[in-house]
């Protein structure tokens, strides 16, 4: 894995820093914040600028790690119960600038209008009676593996996590496409526009399929597109069969990370698939927290959905 663990002298950057951005802002969802964070960003240490940069632009491995950000437990509080957000602020705000200050450096977060109240900082937290749902908000469910949004040609380029708690170290699942090896033969009908994408759970199931390959990009090191639970199963033969070989040789490579407190995990969206080990939540304000952040790289192949330049909800 890509991975960077922060200096004493980094944090003694970071830490002054995350500072002033929170006495700026009441929040890290308010517009203020985000029309500026990129530019805050260019005050993180070098080291790391240039760490997030490597991963962004040389795509080393699909997957990348910042650890030794210090998290206060008392501080953060109780895991909450539920994503929707105090309206007396968050304790964790400095963590979520953090987390946000990162994500500028790869590009600009979005959210959605009908998740989670649109909001683009998310905490990941099990919900008591979702126990049993295929959401991020369940737990006792696997949540299986998939590319995020990947019904949406505008979907985000990365996801960005942020553990605040774990303490049953449940494990944030992955696969990386650059590890799994490929046949020629089955890489070039993955390739082909034949495999239609649904809308998975979390978004509004009337709009319509799309149809477009699985794999695309260099087929020598190709980025994926793939949520076998919210597609069609292909009529053809030969393309049902590719699709049940990705299956397979995904199932095989599958990892994980257990995210400790202060670890920041970025998941290359076209690289990896990610998904979540079932666990049994508690609900006592101990369970895993997580933040959660989705970023594009290119903020303009959504403008169709989205209200202005700069706002980041899509509609
Ligand atoms: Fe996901």
């Not at 119960?81 to 590009?107: Q, T, V, Y």
């Not at 087929?219 to 299956?247: H, K, N, Q, T, V």
Request: net charge negative.
């Amino acid at each position: 894995m890509h991975s960077h663990e922060l200096a004493g002298e980094e944090l003694g950057v970071i830490r002054p820093l995350v500072e002033e951005v929170a006495s700026l802002h009441a929040s890290v969802e308010e517009a203020a914040f985000l029309e500026n964070v990129s530019t805050y960003a260019q005050e993180l240490p070098r080291r790391l600028r240039a760490f997030l940069n490597v991963f962004r632009l040389t795509e080393p491995s699909g997957v990348c790690l910042i650890s030794g950000y210090p998290v206060d437990d008392a501080k953060v509080g109780k895991t909450p119960p539920h994503w929707r957000k105090e309206s007396d602020g968050s304790n964790a705000m400095e963590e979520e600038i953090f987390l946000n200050l990162c994500g500028a450096l790869l590009g600009d977060a979005i959210a959605w209008s009908h998740q989670r109240d649109g909001l683009i900082c998310q905490d990941l937290v099990p919900i008591e009676g979702h126990e049993s749902k295929m959401l991020g908000s369940g737990s006792e469910l696997e949540l299986v593996w998939h590319t995020e949004d990947a019904r949406y040609s505008y979907r985000g380029d990365y996801i960005g996590l942020m553990c605040l708690r774990n303490l049953d170290a449940v494990p944030t699942t992955f696969a990386l496409i650059d590890e799994v090896r490929l046949d020629p033969e089955r890489v070039e009908v993955l390739f082909e526009p034949r495999f239609v994408f649904r809308p998975d759970p979390s978004h509004p199931s009337d709009s319509e399929g799309e149809k477009a390959p699985v794999l695309f990009g260099n087929p020598g090191s190709p980025y994926i597109r793939f949520d076998p639970y919210s597609m069609d199963r292909p009529e053809s033969r030969e393309a049902r069969s590719a699709m049940d070989y990705l299956i397979r040789m995904i199932d095989d490579n599958m990892t994980g990370a257990a995210l400790l407190p202060g670890e920041c995990l970025f998941i290359d969206n076209y690289k990896a698939v990610h998904g979540r080990s079932s666990f049994k939540a508690r609900f006592d304000g101990t369970d895993r927290w997580l933040k959660r952040i989705n970023v594009a790289r290119d903020l303009r192949k959504s403008r169709a959905m989205r209200k202005a330049p700069a706002s980041r909800v899509i509609f």
